[in-house]
């Protein structure tokens, strides 16, 4: 309490004793008599007494998310940040402080996360005595709050967990806090469907025969749910138009969404479809009903981003007319999957909703009625699974993570390059919510030709699904389809929730990399090898981790049964002629006889 000017600030702490996790927000209170304006309200902040710290953060840009960076600390301030309206491809909200020589498996971790998918701030200031401070919260940036006498403004939770076994034992308390205790039990337990998306099979490119060609062709291959993507509404043949019109395209569709949704039904799937709610194209209904709706400054030159502008959700009547013309499409079709895009960041700052005192709000009023919007989406259509999107994953953060338990990860397919957007993200977030598909070879992204096998193992990793024109695909691939999905099926349970281990690192190691999950009473492992560059000829061991030492596993695939100490001491003998981009999987089961 400060009582000079009468202000108080409340701290709140969640223990979550069992995973070493610590969750903190404040609340601050005018009680001052007059309107206060708060210009920096960070959620956490520690000091610690000590500096030979190194920072690792997760950093990316479009189709590169969440490349691992570590630099030592220096005197004076290091950050990450976001200042473009959305928690952004270019920094997660994360970030840890560690020991020089901490790795994956030993030393000291303090990780940081935000539950907040806006402008964000976190920082450590190393100062002249050798102590660092680590912060995070909204970013101060082009903000400012006017709190009126008697209001209170309340900051989003920092997560925070400290081990003193390594980066991978931080992974895993932040997966446990993310998979346990985010968002409502109903949303974060949701079993993820296998999904076949057309995005990169049709890309605009669709109409209502060429989608009956695909659904059909998931007849008996056991995949969940059909989603259709971009394009299915307004006049939407390309990217430069109709964002806001959300009625169906009546030229591609002309008998609207519901022939589709039966096909699906017919074949076995239920129906998913894309939105990008939060945009309007200037070539629109709606831009031209409401100009005044897209966030830009009337009479200004304004920037658009990929033709678009996006919608200014701190008007309140913005979340009023989302609420409505989204809940027209879903209460009106039986659509069991929502995938939520987000395909710009905000520029041009300015609300029209919004007085000149309070325009640095609109950020921070924005992300509100955005979480209004998907709570009350999420309330109304219990159903109905929300997966985050944001240009591939330019929004994958735990604030999201609460309305969509899962997230697509990058709109880079490649399942090589997916090794290393996958292992980053897993720093932070579990493989429930990372979306992944199988998609074409020669992949879109890269040009890089992999086998079907691979694409499937890298996808598995994550929430699977396929992204390919299956009418394209040949019987053997057929064939690998259904392999998958029967191992998806059978693995889902030690992968969503058993635990990671990384192994060997994509961005240590040139060659190859390695991941497994083992269940929690420690009685599988499945172990995930990929050669990314083949060296033709080199020797691999690969070390588990986490099994019991005494007990027995049998590999699956070969039958040969090794000691659990034997996996984790002397490794699983991997050396034979790889060729580039083959993987493996090996599913270890304990043996009691
Ligand atoms: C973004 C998404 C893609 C796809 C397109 C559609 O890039 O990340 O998956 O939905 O938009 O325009």
Known sequence: RDDYYGLE????YSLFEKIDIIARSARICNKTGAPLKVTRALSASIDLPRADFDMIGLYGAHIRERQLDRTPLRHGIQS??????????????FAALVSRETTEFSGDAYGAALIYSGNFVISAEVDSFDTTRFQLGINPFDFSWKLEDGEEFVTPEAVMTYTDQ??????QNFHNAFRHHLGHTRIRNKVRPIVINNWEATYFDFDEEKLFGIID??????????????????????????????????????????????RCEQNGMSFGLWFEPEMVSEDSDLYRAHPEWAIHKEGRPFCTGRCQLVLDLANPEVLEYLKKALSDVLANHRISYVKWDMNRHITDAYSSALPADRQPEIYHRYMLNLYALLDYLNKRFPDVAFEGCSGGGGRFDPAMLYYSPQIWTS?????????????????VYPASSISAHVSASPNHQTGRLTPFETRGNVAMAGAFGYELDLTKLTDEERALVRKQVAQYHAYYDIIQNG???????????????AWEYVSA??????????????????????RLRGLDPEKRYQDVETGRIYSGDTLMNVGVNLSRYWKDSESLICHFREVTE
């Open 499 to 513: 635990d990671l281990y990384r192994l060997v690192s994509p961005f240590e190691n040139d060659v190859c990399c």
């Open 521 to 542: 009473d420690r009685s599988e492992a499945l172990l995930t090898f990929v050669v990314t560059k083949c060296r033709v000829g080199f020797t691999t061991f690969i």
């Open 9 to 12: 600030v409340v701290l709140s």
């Open 411 to 427: 709109d880079d397919t490649d399942a090589i390059e997916r090794c290393r957007i996958q292992y980053g993200t897993s720093m």
């Open 80 to 93: 990450v940040e976001s200042r473009r309206g959305a928690s952004s491809h270019q920094h997660n909200p």
């Open 217 to 262: 062709c998931c007849k008996g291959l056991g995949i969940d749910t059909f989603v259709l993507d971009d394009g299915w509404f307004g006049k939407r043949y390309n990217d430069v138009c109709s964002l806001g019109d959300w009625v169906v395209n009546k030229d591609k569709l002309p008998h609207g969404l519901d022939p589709i949704i039966e």
């Open 166 to 171: 390594g980066l991978n034992r931080m992974s």
